[in-house]
């Protein structure tokens, strides 16, 4: 692969990478260093790559989370932001409360433990077995923040309904 | 639960993935990115060259060695020339022609089997 086709791929996919890792991150500069990073290895790795250019979204991404996931890791712990900072660096379209932006609103107000897994799970497209073992906890306990969160969302798109 | 529980998850990983796919990196990002793809690939072209300007004087200095080790009169020849009692004469230019061809078709061949360093199934 190229310069021009690896470039005129990451252009199709640079925004939605960059979300990803803001959602995992919580942080500008942490997102921009995992892009930045994942970029790099996915250009030096794009020899590993099979399935040519169709499977290079779901390639690069997955290099992405793992870059954002080794970020999390050597930070320990995520400073926590402040809702509103959050809501606006996310950019989520939370006025118009369409899906999105429904979910956006739910998700953010899991707790913080919650809140990963269920990124990870939906937006990274771990397994939950990975899942437990970037996070360094039981199968068991993934199962259970899930089921955690499912039943608070439930609960809260319920308690909207009414 | 089952099912509920499906819908559940179905709706939230396809809000969360059209959220993402709406995502747009700032222009001075993306330029960056550009940039930085441009270097590592200039790089990896000077890294490409050296490697095989390296590689192409080791085999020459290799092949020169061994002629001149299992030859001593391939070697009398190439240092005073060729005389009547040895009429061999040993020019240089042949010897790099028939080591260059074959190392470029190898270099080129090989260059597409490089840089499997990350694998992500």
Redesign the interface.
Known sequence: MG?EE??TL??AE???L???AL?ILCNEQDA?DA??QA??????????LRGGAGAFPA?IK??LV?QSLNILRSKKRITPIDPQEMRDLL??PGEDMT??G???EL?WKLGEEHRKV??LR??GGLSLKEIASELGISLGTVKSRLNTA?SR??EKINGDDH | MGS??RD??L???????????????PRG??I???K???R??QQEKRRRLMRAAFSFVAAFIVCIWLLFTNCPVAAANYFSGPTPASPFDLSILPVLISLAVPFIVWEKSAG?????????E
Request: no cysteine; charged share 25%; proline share 0%.
């Open positions: 310069e690896f470039l990451l252009h640079e925004g939605k960059y979300r990803i959602a921009w892009l930045q970029t790099e290895r996915a250009w030096y790795g794009r020899g590993a390639w997955k290099i793992n950019d989520f899906d999105m429904l979910v956006w998700v269920v990124i939906y937006l499912h969302l439930r | 509920e529980s559940l998850e709706w939230l990983e396809g809000s969360m993935q059209r959220w993402a796919e709406q995502g747009q990196l990002k993306s960056q990115l550009d930085m793809v441009a590592m690939a597409h089997k490089i840089n499997d360093e990350v694998r992500y």
